[in-house]
């Protein structure tokens, strides 16, 4: 690999990562996070469901759905709730309708 392909890492920018002193796209990211990967042998996962993942997590343990909007850079809480997956089982699922409708 050249040299000026490398990712420079910046942890008091504005962006975390650049390359030659540029902020990178996401698919330039995705694909370097692949090969990082593949090097350790862990199951790859893009930056998006890393996101989508961050989001539902910090929202199951207590963190403000504004605070989680903050954290992921959305001005719209709205994006970020398309961010969370609830991570209820079947089982819960229906319990808590059970509860709910009083069945």
């Given at each position: ?15 975390l990562?650049?390359?030659w002193?540029?902020?990178?796209v ?16 862990i199951?790859?996962?893009s930056?998006h ?13 207590g ?6 909007s ?7 809480i ?14 819960e ?7 709910v409708?009083?069945?």
């Amino acid at each position: 690999m050249i040299a000026a392909q490398i990712l420079e890492i910046y942890p008091d920018g504005e962006y975390l990562f650049m390359r030659w002193g540029k902020p990178i796209v996401a698919n330039t990211f995705n694909k370097e996070l692949w090969r990082v990967c593949e090097k350790l042998d862990i199951p790859y996962r893009s930056s998006h469901q890393i996101r989508f993942t961050t989001a539902t997590r910090l929202f199951e343990h207590g963190v403000k759905l504004n605070q989680i909007s903050t954290i992921l850079g959305h001005s719209n809480i709205g994006t970020t709730l398309r961010y969370i997956r609830q991570q209820k089982t079947d089982e819960e699922s229906f319990a808590i309708m059970t509860a709910v409708l009083d069945v």
